[in-house]
């Protein structure tokens, strides 16, 4: 038994459920008011003890075992929950490698380094003539002393080697001072402070622990304008939040994550009160940026300004690839890259633009009243574009309807969502005063169109057998989902063929949330990374960057098939088939349970009516979409 199955074994799910949920019993089964959204009507809670998995049949429509609970409630990784309960069932993990206890605490070292140079960058800007200037400019820009505490800003002096010596005083050479990202290294050896006569912003992640620094200049002359740490074993910035560790609890009480561009934008709105704002520190907004965002919340809006937002910014997004801006200075709307991660992450990505010429931190320091109705306008990100490229254009040109057209459309087709598109197509026909027909005659053919098509030209040819826990009705659905990461970690790039089904038949991409037991769904989510990063074949990524607590599993996943390895078509037909029916199983799990909740309902008060019983036939269409899927995989090539 690994050490995973063993806590799941250990820990009762109702007993820790209990600590922060209200259950009542009913039958085999628990109920109460979901933790993470509120709802003080309906009890919509469900923990099966049977199982040991739970699910959320309201607003979250969510469900997973004892990890999946704690790492939503807690927000944290698969790596942290893991340890937490362990120790709490009592638990021996496997002991680390001696490389990894080395590297471990080579890690910490240096946050021990980044934290004493905290402490160093703060009694220079509290405590020293030359940091009266930093105080000054940060006081001119709306910050107060104790917000300036909270976010520790510190100033580095304007000096070669001053925070060098200092750090070499507290024992540390000028390889860890370099490792840790504070050094720059000179041609002829040695090395000087990076930063210099600047005011210094440390960058935690999501647990508090020290990263590394911004930097912003306090000289008009001096270049760049703001400094960012190197890529270091600590700082990676495509996967950091600035002020993430600060807002989170807000994040997830507020449900909505705000999304600005700088480190005073942050720090303003936190101080007056809007603590649930964070920043990707210039850099263009990566997936692994939303994935941390996720664990928080689904409703993310990213505010902009005024030329960012604009036509001018926003054709380049549509027009440019996302990787040219991967090293800009500046928050970049990509439009289309936004899209494709608000539908592989399953989130509500909106955008929202602020007034010309202001920052965040100036309208919340002028008026509060005023942010508050700019986030609430946020609109979705195919709203916005096609309201910003027809914002200061004729729209009774026929050349320009024409050219906005075509540039929306090829958004609206990127949206997976079959309701969605035609919403939008709606509302881009009204606002250009054209026949919706138009619209559809210029777009491009669908894919189940195309694949139709191919279908009547395809020889038949023989189905694959499919393994045996497809077929056999009351098997569960951990097994199912077993089998799919099985597969899929011999050949991650099949998602993008299950993605294009899927798709084809008006249902929605592959996501990490179609997993609801722990490992296999922190395995999924490395997965998606697999195909998102291009530094290595996605399949070496996944030995690569699996965590230490997940290697025992991706090595069983890795394990021989007992069936046999299936190939080409019969790969395809046994991935397609087991996804589908594994959500097949979970919408009429979804049903029954309904069902269920509003039995219970009934039995409590005969007036009583659960407004997730409306929810039924929608569950009931999205079973007869997933039929028809099923019935079309085997002509999938």
């Known amino acids: ?68 609970f ?102 540390y050479t000028l390889e860890e001072i370099r490792e840790a990202g504070l050094l720059t290294e000179r041609q002829d050896g040695g090395g000087y ?64 994550a705000v999304i600005v561009e700088g480190y005073l934008d942050v720090i303003a709105l936190h101080q007056a009160g809007f603590s649930n704002a964070v920043s990707p520190m210039g850099t263009a907004l990566s997936e692994d940026q939303l994935r941390l965002l996720k664990r928080f919340t689904r409703r993310i809006v990213l505010a902009l300004d005024a030329d960012a937002a604009g036509e001018k910014a926003t054709l380049r997004g549509l027009e440019v690839a996302r990787q040219a801006f991967d090293h800009s200075d500046e928050i970049v709307f990509d439009a289309r890259g936004l899209l494709r991660h608000e539908a592989r992450l399953q989130a509500d990505l909106r955008v929202t633009a602020l007034p010309p010429g202001k920052d965040p931190d100036d309208v919340v320091l002028s008026d509060p009243a005023q942010w508050e109705q700019i986030v609430a306008d946020a609109k979705p990100v195919v709203i916005h574009v096609m309201e910003s490229l027809a914002a200061s254009r004729n729209v009774d040109d026929p050349k320009v309807k024409s050219e906005i057209a075509r540039q929306v459309l090829t958004l609206i087709n990127d949206v997976p969502d079959a309701v969605e598109r035609d919403a939008y197509r709606q509302r881009l026909a009204r606002l250009l005063k054209i026949d919706e027909r138009a619209l559809q005659a210029i777009s491009p053919p669908s894919p189940s169109s195309t694949r139709k098509t191919a279908a009547r030209t395809r020889q038949p040819r023989e189905k694959s057998p499919a393994p045996p826990h497809e077929i056999q009705p009351g098997r569960q659905a951990q097994e199912m989902e077993r089998h799919c990461l099985r597969l899929l970690v011999r050949n991650p790039e099949a998602i993008y063929t299950l993605d294009r089904h899927l798709q084809a038949n008006g249902l929605s991409r592959f996501s990490a949330q179609d997993f609801e037991f722990g490992e296999h769904q922190s395995m999924a989510a490395l997965l998606l990374q697999s195909l998102t990063q291009d530094q290595m074949e996605p399949t070496a990524f996944l030995d690569r960057s699996c965590p230490l607590e997940l290697k025992p599993f991706l090595e069983e996943l890795q394990q021989p098939l007992k069936y046999g390895e299936p190939k080409g078509n019969r790969y395809t037909e046994d991935l397609l088939r087991t996804f589908i029916m594994l959500r097949l199983v979970r919408v009429n799990e979804n049903i029954l349970q309904m069902r269920f909740i509003q039995q219970d309902l009934q039995e409590q008060s005969t007036s009583a009516v659960s407004p997730y019983l409306e929810l039924i036939p929608d569950y009931i269409q999205a079973r007869s979409r997933l039929e028809k899927a099923l019935a079309k995989v085997a002509e999938v090539e």
């Open 70 to 171: 704690v790492m939503k409630k807690e927000g944290w990784d698969f790596s942290e929950t893991l340890r937490y309960l362990a120790e709490r069932a009592g638990v021996t993990l496997e002991t680390p490698s001696p490389q990894q206890e080395a590297q471990a605490e080579e890690f910490d070292r240096l946050r021990n380094l980044l934290e004493e140079a905290v402490v160093y960058y703060r009694h220079q800007m509290l405590n020293t003539p030359a940091g009266k200037q930093a105080r000054a400019y940060l006081q001119q820009r709306g910050i107060q002393p104790q917000t300036m505490e909270i976010f520790e800003l510190g100033y580095a002096p304007d000096s070669w080697d001053a925070a060098l010596n200092y750090l070499r005083g507290k024992g």
């Open 1 to 68: 038994m690994s050490a995973i199955d063993e806590i799941k074994a250990r820990i009762d799910i109702v007993e820790l459920v209990s600590e922060t949920v209200k259950l009542r019993r009913t039958g085999k089964n628990y109920i109460g008011f979901c933790p993470f959204h509120t709802n003080t009507r309906t009890p919509a809670f469900v923990v099966f003890p049977d199982s040991g998995t739970w699910r959320c049949f309201g607003q979250c429509n969510e469900g997973g075992d004892v990890f999946r």
């Open 193 to 256: 402070d990076r930063f210099r006569h600047r005011i210094m912003f440390p960058i935690r992640d999501m647990s508090g622990k020290m990263t590394g620094f911004g930097a912003r200049v306090l000289r008009a002359e001096d270049q760049p304008k703001f400094l960012n740490s190197p890529q270091t074993p600590l700082f990676d910035k495509g996967r950091l939040l600035y002020g993430l560790h600060l807002a989170r609890k807000s994040i997830r009480a507020q449900d909505q």
